[in-house]
């Protein structure tokens, strides 16, 4: 079956790193994505990954994939308020590119 | 290079009227997939058009029916709406079936 699981919420302080965890269930999923959603706007990519990488780093931006737990997690360094949004994960899955999306976590970051 | 645009930005319809939502997708892409955001969840798939045909189609009923022309921009329609159908519709445009970039959404409110 198809499924993404993530935590809802996560608060971190300003210049702390946060840490975005999710689950999948689909195991030919070719690619794994992150996208962020401000309030009131559409989703905006901030990186992807390929099924058969361990890690991606990208900026204050870390991706790492566990494909035997089918884990991934996001890592953003130093973070700032204005990373303050709702991240979703998504799984690519069959020949379409179709995604499957997680319910989002909110990320809160406090000054 | 303009992004994915759709329109109309928000839009008010009342239960068992039909609705059309339009999206233009990125330069050089090809392929259009639709989603359903209800508040707060991760979005939903519609379906994906890819060479003005209906590609693939998620669980959603024959009320929601779309099309793509010949320059790949596209329509969604749905007829009949019901109190449920409120959500914000995204559009994501790729090339096949590579990474979707998404537009910024149309809020639809059914009273």
């Known amino acids: 079956g198809e499924d993404v699981e993530q935590s809802l919420f996560l608060s971190v302080r300003e210049g702390d790193s946060s840490v975005i965890n999710c689950t999948y269930t689909?195991?030919?999923?070719?690619?794994l994505y992150w996208y962020k959603q401000e309030p009131g706007a559409g989703l905006q990519l901030l990186t992807y990954i390929f099924s058969n990488m361990d890690m991606k780093q990208d900026q204050r931006l870390t991706v790492l994939l566990n494909k035997k737990d089918k884990h991934l997690s996001l890592r953003i360094a130093d973070t700032q308020t204005g990373d303050s949004a709702i991240y979703f994960c998504?799984?690519?899955?069959?020949?379409?590119?179709?995604?499957?999306f997680g319910q989002g976590t909110t990320l809160q970051v406090k000054p | 290079d303009a992004g994915v645009t759709q329109s109309p930005t928000h839009l008010i319809k009342t239960r068992g009227q039909q609705v059309t939502l339009r999206c233009s997708p990125k330069s050089g892409h090809d392929t259009v997939s639709w989603y359903q955001q209800a508040l707060g969840q991760g979005p939903q798939f519609i379906f994906q058009y890819y060479e003005e045909e209906e590609r693939q189609r998620g669980n959603f009923p024959d009320r929601f029916s779309g099309h793509q022309f010949p320059n790949y921009s596209s329509e969604l329609n749905v007829n009949a709406l019901l109190l449920g159908d409120s959500a914000l519709y995204l559009c994501?445009?790729?090339?096949?079936?590579?990474?979707?970039?998404f537009g910024p959404g149309t809020r639809l409110t059914v009273l």
């Open positions: 689909d195991s030919s999923s070719t690619y």
């Open positions: 998504a799984e690519s899955t069959g020949n379409t590119g179709k995604l499957i």
């Open positions: 994501a445009s790729s090339f096949t079936a590579d990474t979707q970039y």
